[in-house]
């Protein structure tokens, strides 16, 4: 379903004479169909950057990125949100909407896809229930604990059904209780059917999920084993 | 369609009211901006009734020679009054010419007496000329001395008040071209503070608005809600500025009059009023509109 062929990111200096920075060095590999991925790298491995490579924030200075088949490196920009709609992605620092509440923040979603009232009305209620968020449906985030928002954000990346889930190190603001929490759900919503990308450094995490694990070194593809293992 | 229009408006509306700090101060704002364009938009009248005033009082006199009879001037008037150059044309016989002198030097002993030395009317029929433009009055005198009648004219006097008329004259250009210069660089100013206004608000968003084209909105989409909340700032701010420069031009109305009696502040305020009810709200929603499309322009490069 995602396909990378030998994609390079480098980003130049901001200063004329500075050297430029490998985010990511030729790096090529591929994601089934609802398979569980973990993508494991220290802090500047280059996780980060190849999920927004994958949603199109980025765009690769080499190779070819390709979604459904589709080159996504050669989207034009007012194809980009119909490319996004396919993928949830859920963030370490959640970025939701701090003047909506959590059903507005999830309902989002389906008013961009066009959907109705009803519709969405049905599908936020059903996707709270499977984040256990029912009784918080007219909170603010800000009236909401940081396990809280996370589901929020798992729910929003969600509620459209989308082929892919791309969690970009989604339990490092949490709490280890709130982090199994967050787990536990992706598998869930893995076992539904759905394909989840997870950028993490937590070591115990993997350890414990014993999926694939794509290992990332300085921008490089050091390790790739399907019942993987943080070593690094 | 119909069903994301719907959800823009409302999106914007909850994004006004849930930002009501914030929303309320661009308002203030606006109101402060609409209220000095307003004022600049009733400047330019206020001088042109002014200039007009300072023109009024300016005419030229023909005087003819001794011999000449009344009716001969007044036909003279007659066939002179169709050039377009001429506003108003008076004329003035040897009496009214002598009234008038009697009249402002009664308190002059010297001067009547003098006048009842002489023992005649020592005065000549005259025409008093108005011209349409100030600029006008050397093109009359040129017709004047160029025409049939030139033989009867004794004397024209815009050759002695020459200097007053070009004086008066590029004082109003001079007056006009200033008040250019005032309205362009205060509106320029009021302008750019309601366009930084909404600039800010927005600025203060940029990371919700990145995450809104994250999840896959359209530009659009992102961009409704911002123009619905410049639309609803700009009509509430024009309409209280309808309100409070309404209220200003007529609390103050009398004590301007005081000060300018040709000028009445209301009436000039109400017989512009739709003019001013165009600019405000054209003013207030049209940057509105404007500051938030071009204020969100380089946050949607996501």
Do not use: C
């Amino acid at each position: 379903m995602i396909a990378l062929h030998q994609v390079s990111k480098i980003y130049s200096s901001r200063q004329k004479s500075g050297p430029p920075t490998i985010a990511l060095d030729n790096v090529s590999f591929s994601v089934d169909r609802k398979e569980f991925v973990s993508l494991v790298g220290r802090s500047g491995a280059g996780k980060t950057t190849l999920l927004k490579l994958i949603i199109a924030e980025e765009r690769p200075t080499k190779g070819k990125i390709f979604f459904d088949s589709k080159d996504i490196s050669k989207l034009k920009r007012f194809q980009i949100p119909y490319l996004r709609r396919k993928v949830g992605v859920v963030f370490q620092d959640y970025k939701l909407f701090p003047k909506k509440t959590t059903y507005e923040n999830i309902a989002y979603v389906l008013e961009i896809m066009g959907k109705k009232d009803e519709e969405i009305s049905w599908e936020v209620s059903q996707v709270l229930e499977i984040v256990g968020l029912k009784n918080r449906a007219y909170n603010f985030p800000s009236e909401l604990s940081g396990g809280e928002k996370q589901r929020v954000a798992i729910a929003r990346a969600l509620v459209h059904r989308p082929d892919v889930i791309l969690a970009d190190e989604p339990t490092g603001n949490l709490d280890p209780y709130n982090t199994f929490e967050i787990i536990r759900l992706l598998n869930k919503i893995y076992e539904m059917g759905t394909t989840v990308i997870l950028a993490t450094h937590d070591r115990e995490l993997i350890n414990i999920l014993k999926k694939r694990v794509i290992t990332l070194e300085e921008g490089k593809v050091i390790r790739d084993e399907q019942r993987g293992r943080f070593i690094l | 369609m119909f069903n994301s229009l719907k959800r823009v408006i409302q999106a914007g509306y909850k994004s006004f009211s849930r930002n009501i700090g914030l929303s309320l101060a661009t308002v203030f704002i606006m109101i402060l901006v609409l209220i000095l364009l307003t004022f600049l938009f009733l400047l330019r009248p206020t001088a042109d009734i002014l200039i007009q005033g300072f023109e009024e009082k300016i005419d030229i006199s023909v005087y003819f020679k001794e011999y000449v009879l009344g009716e001969d001037v007044l036909s003279i008037k007659e066939s002179i009054k169709e050039n377009p150059d001429i506003k108003e044309i008076e004329y003035i016989s040897k009496e009214q010419a002598l009234d008038a002198f009697e009249q402002r030097h009664k308190d002059n002993p010297v001067i009547m007496e003098s006048l009842k030395e002489i023992g005649f009317n020592p005065f000549v029929a005259s025409l008093s000329i108005k011209a349409t433009e100030i600029d006008k009055y050397e093109q009359i005198a040129e017709y004047l001395e160029a025409s049939p009648y030139a033989t009867l004219i004794d004397n024209i006097d815009f050759f002695e008040r020459r200097t007053v008329i070009e004086t008066v004259a590029s004082l109003n250009e001079s007056i006009k071209s200033t008040l250019f210069i005032f309205i362009f660089i205060l509106g320029m100013i009021g302008f750019l503070v309601g366009f930084n206004t909404i600039k800010m608000g927005i600025y203060s968003l940029t990371e919700e608005i990145k995450v809104m084209k994250l999840v896959g909105a359209s530009n659009w989409f992102v961009r409704g809600p911002f123009l619905i909340q410049g639309i609803i700032v700009g009509g509430i701010a024009a309409l209280a500025a309808l309100l409070i420069t309404l209220l200003l031009s007529y609390g103050f109305d009398t004590r301007v009059q005081f000060f300018i009696p040709e000028i009445s502040i209301f009436n000039l305020f109400t017989n512009n009023f739709w003019s001013i009810v165009l600019l405000q709200f054209g003013a207030g929603i049209g940057l509105g509109i404007f500051s938030s499309i071009i204020a969100i322009r380089k946050y949607l490069e996501v």
